[in-house]
């Protein structure tokens, strides 16, 4: 149990355009979502943290209008990248958490993650 | 949240336990102790977590020392499939974030 699938796990795009990603858990329902981001030799650092229903909360130093993230329903949450730069090219994980698994509450689960390469 | 340290490499013989160290010693009474492992290009694998007492799942095995300032993560039996960074990440439950330090590589060999 507690599966966290990604869409695409790869995607090469041309500088300016928009890449959606999508997450999904798959046999829970997430609360909350979560969106990473973490550069070749580098930790996770955290994007945002999304509730369902509700506006994403952004960290200190990220875009809230280059990174558009949905959440609009409790299996599902996106991460638009907007007028993609070579820079923004980075392996982007989403986690998923649940108050409402029995015996694991609180744990987050991840998903594969998604390599983005913008030409 | 409290800092972890953790060892930047270990090696481990396949077959033979992995005993992986995190020092905590600014661990709050309410914070608990995860760890999670990230393959390389993978999404983090939760692992096992605990506040006080050791536990053990089928993965691994906690060991927490009485003071909590410090955890050992065990995996009894490595194999090359356990070749991975592993996290340890202090974090009040309930509270939304984990935040991933540097973690230890850990290179399990034939």
């Known amino acids: 149990g507690a599966v966290v699938s990604q869409h695409p796990s790869r995607v090469i795009c041309k500088s300016g355009t928009s890449v959606k990603i999508e997450c999904r858990s798959l046999?829970?329902?997430?609360?909350?979502m979560f969106w990473y981001r973490q550069f070749p030799k580098k930790s996770l650092m955290l994007m945002a943290t999304s509730n369902e229903g509700s506006k994403a909360t952004y960290e200190q130093g990220v875009e809230k209008d280059k990174f558009l993230i949905n959440h609009a329903s409790l299996t599902l949450s996106t991460l638009t990248v907007t007028s993609a730069h070579p820079e923004d090219s980075s392996f982007y994980i989403c986690?998923?958490?649940?108050?409402?698994?029995?015996?694991?509450?609180?744990?987050?689960?991840f998903g594969p993650g998604t390599r983005l390469t913008v030409l | 949240d409290a800092k972890t340290t953790q060892p930047p490499s270990m090696d481990c013989a396949e077959g033979r336990a992995a005993n992986l160290p995190c020092n905590h010693s600014?661990?709050?009474?309410?914070?608990?102790v995860y760890w999670y492992r990230q393959i390389h290009s993978q999404g983090p694998q939760y692992i096992i977590h605990g506040l006080k007492n050791n536990e053990t799942n089928e993965m691994a095995s906690l060991i927490i020392t009485e003071d909590r300032k410090s955890s050992t993560l065990i995996l009894p039996h490595a194999t090359l499939r356990d070749t991975a960074v592993y996290y340890c990440?202090?974090?009040?439950?309930?509270?939304?974030?984990?935040?991933f330090g540097k973690g230890t590589m850990l290179l399990v060999s034939p």
């Open positions: 600014t661990i709050s009474g309410n914070e608990y």
């Open positions: 986690s998923a958490r649940s108050l409402r698994l029995a015996g694991k509450a609180d744990t987050q689960y």
């Open positions: 046999d829970f329902q997430a609360t909350t």
């Open positions: 990440i202090v974090r009040v439950e309930g509270y939304s974030t984990l935040t």
